[in-house]
Nanobody, 118 residues
Framework: QVQLVESGGGLVQPGGSLRLSCTAS???????????MGWYRQAPGKQRELVAT???????NVADAVKGRFTISKNNSKKTVYLHMNSLQPEDTAVYYC?????????WGQGTQVTVSS
């Protein structure tokens, strides 16, 4: 069973940038590349929402709210997926979660807090 560990969150000023990382521990490479990886976020009092994911075809799907500012990438050899966040705004404040999907099963990381504030 894969374990997803996020890192890279923190406090940043509006207009700043962060890069989140999610590493799949306890997964061999041939298994990791079968996972569809994505990032989600949950702000206080709101439902968890999609931020950016890879699709089954290897393309990316990015939420309208962050399109043009956030990008998703991955390094299979490191079993790591990244979320590159630029031009951060206070409304981006949330706990960011990594998710890996294989078949009908979803695995979630523990989340990393991103706070955008001056």
């Amino acid at each position: 069973q894969v374990q997803l560990v996020e890192s890279g969150g923190g406090l940043v000023q509006p207009g700043g940038s962060l890069r989140l990382s999610c590493t799949a521990s306890r997964a061999i490479l041939s298994t990791f590349i079968q996972y569809t990886m994505g990032w989600y976020r949950q702000a206080p009092g709101k439902q968890r929402e999609l931020v950016a994911t890879f699709t089954d075809g290897g393309n990316t799907n990015v939420a309208d709210a962050v399109k043009g500012r956030f990008t998703i990438s991955k390094n299979n050899s490191k079993k790591t997926v990244y979320l590159h966040m630029n031009s951060l705004q206070p409304e981006d404040t949330a706990v960011y979660y990594c998710r890996g999907t294989i078949g009908q099963t979803h695995y979630w990381g523990q989340g990393t807090q991103v706070t955008v504030s001056s």
